[in-house]
């Protein structure tokens, strides 16, 4: 019998992963898995950048949430998970379509447990890449779209004052949660304006600059898997998405990013 198909869709955060997954769900019935290891918990909508409901445009999403934020997921358990809800997926012969920039977790479910994943199902990869200072320029930007839109007052939600948070697990591990310590410490003391607003700022190019980091990193990574998955992968550029002022933005999407990810999704569920 031929084996089930499953679609991954990698690459550093802020290139549009998830957006390209709802695209693809769409045009070929399928349903998006969540693999970026932040956005499993609850909460940290913004700061994690979940897509909203309105972003979803109906499609399923599987591991978006659900997990307490003080829960560690591990590689180990979402193996398992994602692995389940592609089984569900399957067996309602709708195509899986896994999306999310934590390389770890899809090392884990690719090539862990003697690779038995691969052996189930067949699986391609698209490799959307943004050229890194395009790339960087976008998300300083969007961390100060991030500001603007609540982050502080969702950290301020899980910071409590009076406890030495571990920033070492579970949800607090996002960026943005232990960068804004100091800045919700002082508040907390009632410390001056002045005082607060240079930890705020600090706070800002912090979680920026490691956001960058985080991004050189991921890229290290996808290199080296995309190495081992050899012709199963397709890599799309999309930075000029990210060089083009709004309106022509979505037209380049589409011609850039969506045309040839639909002709290579075509063409590895007709194989
Ligand atoms: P590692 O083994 O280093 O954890 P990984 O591939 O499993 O790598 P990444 O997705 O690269 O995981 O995440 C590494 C770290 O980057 C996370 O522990 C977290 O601090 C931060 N991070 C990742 N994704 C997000 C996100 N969506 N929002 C905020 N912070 C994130």
């Known amino acids: ?13 802020g290139t549009g992963k998830s957006r390209l997954a709802i695209d693809l769900a769409l045009r070929f ?18 700061i994690t950048n979940k897509v909203t409901d ?7 999403h599987h591991l978006l949430g659900g997990f307490p934020p003080d829960a560690d997921f591990t590689a180990g358990d979402f193996r398992d998970e994602a692995t389940r809800a592609v089984e569900s997926i ?11 920039g934590s390389n770890s977790f899809i090392e884990e479910l690719v090539e862990g447990a ?10 391609c990869f698209l490799w959307v890449d943004v050229h890194p200072p395009v790339l960087h320029r976008f998300l300083g930007e969007r961390v100060d779209r991030m500001v603007a839109s609540g982050l502080v007052d969702e950290v301020r939600a ?44 600090a706070a800002i190019d912090e979680i920026k600059a490691k956001t960058c980091e985080l991004t050189c990193c991921q890229l290290q990574k996808i290199n080296r898997l995309c190495g081992s998955f050899g012709r199963r992968v397709r890599k799309v550029d999309a930075t000029d998405v990210l060089v083009k002022g709004r309106a022509a933005a979505d037209a380049a999407w589409e011609e850039l990013v969506v045309g040839p990810s639909v002709d290579f999704v075509a063409d590895f569920l007709q194989r």
Not at 182 to 198: I, M
């Open 54 to 60: 309105e972003e979803r445009q109906g499609v399923p």
């Open 158 to 201: 899980l910071f409590d004052p009076d406890v030495v948070a571990d920033y070492s697990r579970g949800a607090r591990r996002a960026i943005g949660v232990l960068e804004m310590d100091r800045f919700l410490r002082a508040e907390a003391e009632n410390a001056e304006e002045s005082v607060k607003a240079a930890l705020m700022e």
């Open 90 to 100: 399957t067996l309602r012969c709708r195509l899986p379509v896994i999306a999310g």
């Open 29 to 46: 019935g399928g349903e998006v898995v969540n693999s970026d290891k932040m956005q499993i918990y609850d909460g940290l909508h913004v």
């Open 1 to 13: 019998m031929a084996k089930a198909k499953v679609v991954f869709v990698m690459g550093a955060t």
């Open 114 to 123: 003697d690779r038995q994943f691969l052996r189930r199902f067949e699986c």
